[in-house]
Each structure stands twice: as C-alpha cells, then as structure tokens.
C-alpha cells in the first residue's frame, strides 16, 4: 500500500462523496480519507450526526445533512449544495462516490416487516441509484469512480434477506454500470465486507428477540428452535468481527490505485463467502442447507 505521504499526494485536489457517514464504516472511512487529503462529504440523516462531524474539526471533511436517500429530493439539494462548494474551492467534479448507506434486520421471510423492508429497498436500491444518476455528471469531469459497500451476497443465506437481496440487486447494478460507463472509464468497485463491528451489525441478536415479541405468534413458533440456535451462532460471530477501520483502509487503497481491483474482500469470513460464490449454485446451496 501507498504510504501516507504518496496517498496525500494522489487525493490532493480530489473530493469524495460517501453516504451513511453517522457511524460504523461510513464514519471511520470519511474521517480516513479525509485524514489523507481527500476533500469528503459526509451524508447523514440527522442534524446530530452532522455535528459530531464537525465538531471533530477537520477542515476537508463536509457534512451533507440531511440526506435520506428515500427522498429524492434531498439528493438533489445535496447536489447543488456539493456542487456550490466544489466551485468554492476550485476543485473540478467529483473524484469518488462511496454508496454505503443502508441497514437492515434479520427475520425470516415469512415474518419480514414489509414496510421495514420497503424501505431499505428504497434506500439501498434505488437511492443509491439515484445517486448514481444525481453525481454521474460530476464524476465524469473528475475521470472519477464508483465504489460500493456491500456484503457477498450472492449466495442465500437465510434470516437476512432485508440486506442481502439489497446487494444481490447491487452486484448486478455495479456489474452493469462497469460496462455502461466503460467509455467514459469510470470503474465500479465492489467492496464486499464479511463481518463488520457496526452498530447495525452488532444489533442482529436483540433484532431476534424483537421477531419473538411480534404478533403472528403461531408462525414465530414455526421458526424459534431455529433462530435460538442462529442467534448463540450470530454471539459467537459477533466476538470476530472485525473493526471497520479497516474496510476504510482498503476503500482507500481502491480511491489511490491507478488500476484498482473490481472486487475487494474485507473482513471475518468474507474470503470464505468469496470462495462459496465461485461454486456451483447447487453445491453452495446444498453446502448452505447443511449448516441450518
């Protein structure tokens, strides 16, 4: 990897856009790049979150609040504010856009909240497609690229299907973009995290709990021997996560690199989730069925 003088060299005059910056890997990637010399713009929902932003005092790094990317109309003043100040600072276009927002719980399909998972659909499918549409414009005036921060989705795996077929839907959207976008050279680059220590993450067992106290109280039943065991399995999961630092420090060995990867694996069992994927879909499936 670069070392830090090199990295600064190579993000100098370069602003980045990233969502979800509140906490977890949004938040430890903006403060990193920003810390390297990337001008970065942070999108949060909450004029909180906005301030704990700034009051960390570092010049380069710009909250955007709010930006719910449910709401379209928020992109786009997040647009024109990025936009203005891009133009304030003599910087031309849009070097980098990290789509990282989203969230998500477990439940069975059966028992998913709808509405819930209406809702991340939105944000994680089509807003970050709207943001894709939104910067394309400032992302080709800065020969920029796109980064996306997903897990390795495509293989089934039960109880989390809210995130997962979030990513699913992503991987094909990247893939396709990379293609699309191929004359103007700009890369889609997955990051695909294993287990990452978030507070979304670290949520997926008091999330069970919740499924038990839900009405459908016959059908819960249908599932509980089940998500107990998966539940101590997710305990013991959680003790290996790995701190997202990390995934900030390989998002910006992909920003420096001149002929950065495609793909990106980054943290606990993300090299065993890659390696299931290069197998037949009924081998990792049957591989899959064997562990629930």
């Known amino acids: 990897m670069s070392t830090q003088t090199s990295s600064g060299s190579l993000a100098e005059g370069k602003s980045i856009l990233i ?9 430890e990637t903006a403060i990193k790049l920003a810390g390297q010399g990337f ?18 005092g570092i010049s380069d790094l710009v909250p955007v609040c709010p930006v719910d990317l449910t709401n379209l109309e928020h992109i786009a003043n997040a647009e024109r504010l990025i936009a203005n100040e891009l133009a304030h600072r003599g910087e031309k276009g849009l070097y980098g856009l990290i789509n990282n927002a989203g969230g998500g719980s477990p439940a069975p399909i059966e028992l998913l909240e709808l509405d819930k998972f209406h809702q991340e659909l939105q944000a994680r ?10 910067f394309l414009p400032l992302l080709r005036q800065a020969h920029g690229r796109i980064v996306w921060i997903m897990t390795p989705a495509l293989m089934p795996t039960p109880y989390v299907t809210s995130i997962h077929a979030c990513d699913f839907a992503i991987n094909c959207i990247a893939r396709t973009l990379e293609i699309e976008l191929k004359p103007w050279n700009i890369p889609n680059i997955m990051i695909r995290c294993g287990g990452i220590e978030t507070p979304a993450g670290l949520r997926t067992t008091s ?16 599932y509980e021997k089940a998500l107990r065991k998966w539940k101590r399995d997710m305990n013991a999961f959680d003790a ?32 065993a989730a890659s390696f299931l994927e290069l197998m037949p879909q009924t081998v990792s499936d049957w591989i899959l069925k064997q562990r629930f």
């Open 19 to 27: 969502t979800g910056c509140s906490s977890g890997i949004g938040w």
């Open 39 to 56: 001008t970065v713009f942070a999108t949060v929902r909450k004029e909180s979150d906005a301030a704990k932003l700034g009051d960390l």
């Open 125 to 134: 499918v089509l807003g970050s497609v709207a943001m894709v549409q939104t």
């Open 207 to 222: 999330d069970v709990e919740m499924i038990f106290g839900r009405g459908l109280r016959q059908r819960v039943l249908l």
């Open 240 to 271: 290996k996560r790995t701190d997202p630092e990390k995934v900030a420090e390989v998002v910006l060995r992909a920003l420096i690199a001149r002929s950065p990867k495609r793909r990106y694996a980054v943290g606990y069992m993300a090299g």
